[in-house]
């Protein structure tokens, strides 16, 4: 019989707060220990010293097979996440996302990617699997995602990407390894980038943004293609264009590329029940 | 001699009279600081002409100058009808050639140096260009000899080294005599040190003031500063054996992931982000006169510093500050705080033989600052948090 040395991917499971999570294609995940070398005069090296905080990150992948567990952590509240296998297990605890991204395109399942830094324990020993219900399976395709704003709706969107970056500030004490307080830096940044087969829109001249730059509201909706039942909105309030551009090649069509920006307040996101 | 790196540059003190150590030290300097005035006095530039000749006619004549067939002049100073004045002896020398300037642009030249005795009432002066000089012409001239220095305070030295504090150097050398090891208060010994930092010797070496930091999960490195008195040498022959890790005792060095701060929390704060401690003390020389003719190298060094004026001071930054200090009168609010110097406290490390380092002790020492609240403050400032401040000082002998 030989003998197992690999673990594989169908052997791994991956849990957020006792939550199995559906759809992971990739997880990477690690910590760097920030040291400092002594070096003294009358001798040089020494050692090297810890010099900073413990912390770690995780970087993970999945496709957006229904409501996405992650986006219940763009706030001030930490989790806890364990990668399980073969009876071992490898996590994080005292984790907030730092970015959330989603992007879709015609023909393929829309795929999201998550970046979360961990203050606490990171490593063997932390177990976050359990048996809490995780979100319905729900596969959204092209035809049950729309996006609503100004301008284009008689154009066709072939792609699109949505980006959320949270900064956090965490507040160590003297005597502590661990912060004693993590907050959100804001502004949140959310960020969405469209391409589009155009027919009837029209980039607007550079100068105007001189005299009435534009902001309108930003929603991106994704569906249920069965039920309609809707599954997530993004939306980005007075959202603002900072890139246009525009291509075409002897085999396409015309193209348009724009890229929104917006902004989230300490004080919007209370007033907001989705972003 | 040639540059020398610092791997090759140790720092050594010992204190008076017994063994000492090589100091755990990022950095060293040494300065040495002579504040020297000049000894000026009123018109000490002005250059006046009272007459031409030997002295023996004090009335003063028109005269003309020619690079050609005039050019030299012997000049009595002073103003016109006398009485005849020397030149300054604030100057310690005016060099021939130095320019004698009068109104419309005329200039004299001196023709010889000079170096003043407070008899030199006639001087010999040339010039360059044809002019003819008036009576009020040659009351007016400016030149700019070389002044004399004189000391007004002793030579002293200043070492500044920054270190990583541990439990034998801190109660050898870094201890405001006896303040941090108080088991053996003593006012008598005031703490003398000598030393080298690589081939340069220094004797008679004072601790002035003593200061750290503490910050969330980094090392606290500490710095001092020593006035020095005595002479600075140069040594070739200082050992050079130095470059040995086994000279270094020093194996921790502290840390703010294990410190403490004790007693914040009475004064509002209960998550201190910052701490800074210093201790410092003035130095009082006294130098003995020569008792033979001359200055001599004795009478350079005091024969006793004393200390005075011990301040301890410490100042925490953390979350909130303390509301009561308003409303509790003008004497002051006391405020007792502690610092407790841990190292990372490892369980144990490795190969403990090839490495110098352990960091297993835990404690290594605790400051203490028993006063009063002089200042508090509050800030926040844009991405920031709202962060209050609070100062602790006691006052010693």
């Known amino acids: 019989m030989p003998t197992k040395n690999a673990v594989s991917n169908y052997e791994q499971e991956f849990y957020i707060d006792g939550i199995k999570v559906p759809g992971v294609t990739n997880i990477d995940g690690g910590y760097r220990i920030s040291e400092e070398p002594i070096n003294i005069i009358g001798k040089g090296f020494t050692y090297p010293l810890r010099q900073g905080p413990l912390v770690g990150n995780f970087n993970i992948n999945k496709y957006f097979v229904g409501k996405d567990i992650f986006l219940d952590y763009i706030n001030d509240n930490s989790f806890n996440g364990s990668i399980n296998y073969d009876n071992k297990n490898f996590g994080f605890s005292d984790g907030y996302l730092d970015q959330y991204s989603i ?85 949140i940044v959310q960020e969405m980038e469209v391409n589009m087969e155009i027919f009837q829109y029209e980039i607007d001249n550079i100068n105007n943004y001189i005299t009435s730059p534009k902001q309108h509201d930003v929603a991106l909706s994704l569906k249920n293609p069965i039920n309609n039942n809707l599954i997530e909105t993004f939306n980005i309030y007075n959202a603002r264009i900072n890139n246009s551009s525009i291509s075409s090649d002897a085999n396409g069509v015309l193209n348009v590329a724009l890229s929104y920006i917006g902004y989230i307040n300490r004080s919007d996101r209370f007033y907001s029940t989705n972003f | 001699m040639t540059f020398i790196p610092y791997e090759n540059v140790p720092l050594y003190l010992a204190p008076d009279g017994a063994n000492g150590e090589y100091i755990f030290a990022e950095s060293a300097s040494i300065s040495v600081n002579q504040p020297l005035n000049t000894n000026k006095q009123l018109n000490d530039n002005i250059f006046r002409i009272c007459a031409y000749g030997d002295g023996s006619n004090l009335t003063y004549s028109s005269r003309n100058f020619n690079p050609n067939t005039l050019s030299k002049a012997s000049v009595l100073l002073g103003p016109v009808g006398g009485p005849p004045q020397p030149l300054p002896t604030s100057y310690i020398k005016i060099e021939k050639d130095t320019k004698i300037t009068f109104p419309g642009g005329k200039a004299l030249y001196f023709d010889e140096t000079i170096i003043p005795n407070g008899h030199d009432y006639i001087v010999s002066v040339y010039a360059k260009d044809t002019f003819n000089l008036s009576e009020s012409e040659a009351q007016n001239g400016y030149f700019e000899g070389i002044y004399k220095y004189s000391s007004n305070s002793p030579i002293q030295g200043v070492m500044d080294v920054n270190f990583y504090i541990n439990h034998e150097n801190l109660q050898t050398f870094f201890n405001i005599p006896e303040l941090i090891n108080s088991s053996s208060l003593s006012p008598i010994n005031e703490g003398k040190i000598t030393g080298f930092l690589g081939e340069f010797c220094f004797h008679d070496a004072y601790l002035k003031s003593l200061s750290f930091s503490l910050s969330p999960n980094s090392l606290s490195q500490a710095s001092a500063s020593f006035d020095i008195y005595g002479k600075l040498k140069h040594s070739s022959t200082v050992n050079d054996s130095y470059f040995s890790s086994s000279l270094y005792r020093q194996q921790s060095i502290p840390h703010g992931s294990n410190s403490q701060i004790i007693g914040a929390s009475t004064l509002g704060i209960d998550h201190p982000i910052a701490f800074d401690y210093n201790i410092s003390v003035d130095r009082n020389a006294r130098f003995e006169c020569p008792v033979d003719v001359a200055v001599n190298d004795n009478s350079l060094t005091p024969t006793r ?41 490892y369980s144990s490390f490795g190969d403990s033989t090839t490495f110098s380092e352990n960091n297993t002790n835990g404690l290594m020492h605790t400051f203490e600052c028993k006063g009063v609240i002089t200042n508090q403050s509050l800030s926040v400032d844009a991405e920031g948090h709202l962060v209050g401040s609070i100062s602790v000082q006691q006052t010693v002998n």
């Open chain 2, 305 to 345: 510093v004393t200390k005075s004026n011990t301040v301890i001071s410490m100042s925490i930054e953390g979350e909130s500050l303390d509301t009561d200090l308003l409303s509790d009168g003008f004497n002051g609010k006391s405020g007792h705080l502690s610092a407790s110097l841990y190292d990372l406290n």
């Open chain 1, 103 to 187: 992007t879709a395109g015609i023909g393929r399942i829309p795929s999201s990617s998550v970046n979360i830094t961990a203050y606490g324990g990171i490593g063997a020993g932390v177990d976050s699997s359990g048996s809490k219900t995780p979100p319905a399976l729900e596969i959204v395709n092209q035809g049950s995602i729309s996006l609503n704003t100004d301008g284009y709706q008689s154009n066709r969107i072939s792609d699109f990407s949505y980006n959320i970056r949270i900064n956090r500030n965490p507040i160590y004490k003297i005597g502590s390894n661990t912060p004693v307080q993590v907050d959100t830096a804001f502004p």
